[in-house]
């Protein structure tokens, strides 16, 4: 086998790593329950819902909150699109260009992330929201 790990081995090393045996999983469930019935419904990021729900049910720290969140709306993203698209909801054209640019986006956003101490993430997060909530009702 030699020293160098198989493919994936680092990882998953990696993901295991931060698993916390503590975790209950029915929370969690119900966490992605509710930021998967917003994301459709409201058509809110995943973030917006899912980070608050992993602090408090989950016990994250506000870094692993926002990775894991990161993670989960993939699938999300995927069925909701799919759900849309059949309905003939979906801008292709206007959903690769916005796509796109979160490829270059969200890797930067991630190093900034993991550079930011939890205090002041929290509180941009926090800022965050109260600007999407005041740009929703008073537009």
């Not at 550079?115 to 002041?120: A, D, F, L, S, V």
Request: proline letters at 6%.
């Amino acid at each position: 086998m030699g020293s160098n790990p198989t493919p994936g081995t680092a990882v998953s090393t990696v993901i295991v790593r931060h698993v916390k045996a503590h975790i209950r999983p029915v929370p969690v469930i119900l966490s992605g329950l509710v930021a998967g019935l917003m994301s459709g419904l409201l058509g809110v990021g995943g973030g917006i819902v899912m980070v608050p729900l992993l602090v408090y049910a989950a016990h994250l720290d506000q870094h692993h909150a926002h990775a894991t969140s990161l993670a989960a709306v993939i699938g999300i993203g995927i069925v909701g699109a799919i759900t849309f698209a059949l309905d003939g909801e979906v801008d292709v054209k206007v959903g690769a260009l916005l796509a796109l640019g979160s490829l270059v986006g969200a890797p930067l956003g991630a190093r900034v992330m993991h550079r930011t101490p939890e205090g002041p993430l929290k509180l941009a997060f926090g800022c965050l929201m109260i600007v999407v909530a005041g740009v929703l009702l008073w537009t």
